[in-house]
C-alpha cells in the first residue's frame, strides 16, 4: 500500500503537494476554529404562562458553608 503511495507522489508531484496543501490548510482551519472561546448565543421567546416553577437538587457527600453567621437575640 504504501509503495503505491509512493509511486503516486513522485509520479504526479503538484497533485500530491496541492493535496497536502489541502489537507493541513483544513487541518489548521479546524484547529483554530474549534479552539475560539467565541459561541453563538441563541434566544428561545415564548409567551409567559402562569404555573409553578418547580427546581431540585440531588447529590451525595457533604455540605460546608463558605460563611456562616451567629443570629444571637
Not at 11 to 36: D, L, Q
Request: charged letters at 10%; a positive charge; aromatic letters at 8%.
Amino acid at each position: 500500500m504504501l509503495t503505491k503511495i509512493s509511486h503516486f507522489v513522485s509520479g504526479h508531484k503538484i497533485v500530491s503537494a496541492a493535496i497536502a496543501i489541502v489537507i493541513v490548510g483544513g487541518g489548521y482551519s479546524w484547529y483554530f476554529s474549534s479552539r475560539s472561546g467565541a459561541t453563538v448565543t441563541k434566544y428561545v421567546v415564548q409567551k409567559a404562562t402562569i404555573g409553578t416553577v418547580v427546581a431540585s437538587v440531588q447529590g451525595s457527600g457533604q455540605m460546608q458553608a463558605l460563611t456562616t453567621i451567629a443570629v444571637k437575640p
